[in-house]
């Protein structure tokens, strides 16, 4: 599948996501880092399953229409399997070429667990299940699945009622949706920032644990 972060965000929208997590993190203790990759599986799958379900009956009306054509003189089977063929390599080309089209075909339930399993690698890879006072914050976005999760260590949780991210989540899901990407991305730092600075207020130590944005990694 090609690479969908390419044109996920200009780079005037980049340098805007790293400024806005670069003033987020004067003013907190706490680390945000925003990851934007282009899938969190494979889905090879379903390729196959797509290829399948769209050749296959064409190739039965051709060879049946064929068969028609000339009477029963044909073998119907022989030339089903003369047009299934290089119509299933061509759907296969077309739907790793097509995100759009091959995600109709990719149940959403496999593209939630997919993106919640890559989403916790991702957090835990990345480090930041050791930042100071346990108050990393991954805000990861999947661009084929058009998910975004919002994972953050138990330091910044405990403080936080259930259910405070999911309205974030929610507006950053239509605002990619609305093509808002960089936008999008800046206010849901913004957002996720006024719980750091208010849970975990700067103390004189400006490290810098993590990056301030991952564009492009896939889970291996």
């Known amino acids: 599948m090609k690479d969908l972060t390419k044109k996920f965000l200009s780079e005037s929208e980049k340098n805007s996501v790293l400024n ?18 282009s899938t969190s599986g494979s889905y090879g799958e379903y390729s196959i399953i797509g290829s399948l379900a769209l050749a296959m009956p064409l190739a039965v009306i051709n060879a049946y229409l064929i068969n028609w054509w000339y009477y029963d003189q044909i073998d119907t089977l022989l030339f089903f399997f003369i047009f299934f063929i290089p119509l299933f390599v061509l ?11 091959k995600r109709l075909f990719v149940p959403k339930d496999v593209m939630e667990e997919e993106v919640r399993e890559t989403a916790a690698y991702a957090f835990l890879s990345h ?12 805000l990861y976005i999947s661009i084929f699945e058009r998910r975004v999760w919002i994972l953050a260590d138990r330091g910044i949780n405990s403080k936080l009622p259930e259910g405070t991210w999911d309205s974030i989540v929610a507006d950053l899901t239509k605002g990619l949706k609305q093509k808002k990407n960089g936008e999008g991305i800046v206010t849901a730092i913004n957002r ?18 993590l990056p301030d944005l991952i564009v492009g990694e896939e889970k291996p």
């Open 91 to 101: 759907f296969f080309l077309i739907l790793n070429d097509m995100p759009c089209l």
């Open 20 to 37: 806005a997590v670069s003033q987020l993190e004067k003013n907190t203790t706490g680390e945000l880092v925003p990851m934007i990759v």
């Open 127 to 138: 480090g930041l299940h050791n930042t100071k006072n346990a108050s990393g914050v991954l």
């Open 192 to 209: 996720i920032g006024e719980q750091l600075i208010s849970n975990f207020p700067a103390d004189g130590d400006s490290t810098n644990e």
